[in-house]
């Protein structure tokens, strides 16, 4: 599995640089010119063109592109085109709130979802099933901007429970993390029980419980663990769309995540900035796709990978 992995890190570099030319390419294309929003409105063209040459921004794409490895291979991510300040630092401060945000949502998405889709399928066609599939389908059908919007009226303007945004305890991540692990839970909970409703059928269930052993044995042992290897598949793309993906949960309770900083830096066409941000992105929806990869091995000793 050691050399598995590393074979597979190794196999990330090549990928990174096709998704550094794709991002590079697609952010030129935005309409719009950084240099004369920074000139300001009142800039003559001189002014306008004085500023893009001293953002590089009069060089050929393959120059600039060249320029920017460069620097990213030396640990250099650039500046701001917007403030000046160096990427590394913005993302340094922005990234924290956006994984306890994003890790929050997944921990409570994956075990409610799992509980209510074991339960359906045990309780089959039971009220319990019928239940937790109208939970399923209303978190998926609930738009998030919606939900975090009521989430905020009732506990945070009503109740006064919670604040209505920022982040200055761990109250903040509440009503976030209920907004952004809404639709996740639904999702997990319906593929928890199409999976379990799967294994149950199976023979080796049957043979455990002509054996006398108890329900929870049989369901917990020895159904649960062959079932999550979807779950876990489901959960892991989910948990890499959620890092990439928290924009508008982040603008809804403003939270100076990389998400809203995303927002700010397209809307100002901080190509530095953008660049940055859907490269780290990318860089961890493949790191996670590598670890769902390896949990297959540990819920199912069956599965090898090949080291060659």
């Not at 074979?7 to 309409?31: E, K, N």
């Not at 001189?46 to 620097?71: A, C």
């Not at 990234?95 to 979802?113: C, E, K, R």
């Not at 009226?153 to 919670?162: C, D, E, K, N, T």
Request: aromatic share 10%.
């Amino acid at each position: 599995m050691g050399r598995y992995a590393l074979q597979r890190l190794i196999g990330i570099v090549p990928l990174l640089f096709i998704v550094s030319v794709l991002v590079f390419m697609f952010i030129h294309l935005i309409p719009g010119d950084p240099a004369r929003l920074i000139a300001g409105k009142e800039a003559t063209l001189e002014e306008i063109n004085q500023t893009r040459v001293l953002l590089g921004l009069d060089q050929p794409l393959w120059k600039q592109y060249l320029s920017y490895m460069k620097d990213m291979f030396q640990g250099d991510l650039g500046n701001s085109i917007r403030s000046g300040l160096p990427v590394t630092e913005m993302m340094k401060s922005r990234f924290l709130p956006t994984l306890w945000l994003t890790l929050l949502s997944m921990a409570w998405a994956v075990v409610i979802g799992v509980v209510i889709g074991i339960v359906s399928a045990v309780k089959r066609n039971k009220w319990p099933d019928y239940a937790g599939m109208l939970i399923a389908i209303s978190g998926i059908s609930i738009p998030g901007f919606w939900l975090g919007l009521v989430l905020i009226q009732i506990f945070s303007v009503q109740l006064g429970w919670f604040p209505t945004g920022g982040i200055d305890s761990w109250k903040s991540y509440v009503l976030p993390s209920l907004t952004l692990g809404a639709g996740i839970m639904s999702m997990i909970a319906r593929f928890s029980r199409s999976s379990m409703l799967e294994t149950m059928r199976e023979d080796y269930i049957r043979t455990a419980r002509a054996k006398g052993l108890m329900e929870f044995v049989v369901v917990g042992r020895h159904a649960l663990r062959n079932s999550l290897i979807q779950v876990v598949t489901i959960a892991g793309l989910q948990f890499g769309f959620l890092l990439g993906g928290s924009v508008m949960v982040e603008t809804v309770f403003s939270i100076p995540g990389l998400g809203r900083m995303l927002v700010d830096s397209i809307s100002f066409r901080d190509y530095t900035v953008i660049q940055a941000e859907l490269l780290l992105f990318a860089a961890e929806f493949i790191l996670i796709n590598l670890v769902v990869d390896l949990l297959y091995g540990v819920l199912n000793p069956k599965i090898r990978y090949a080291d060659n």
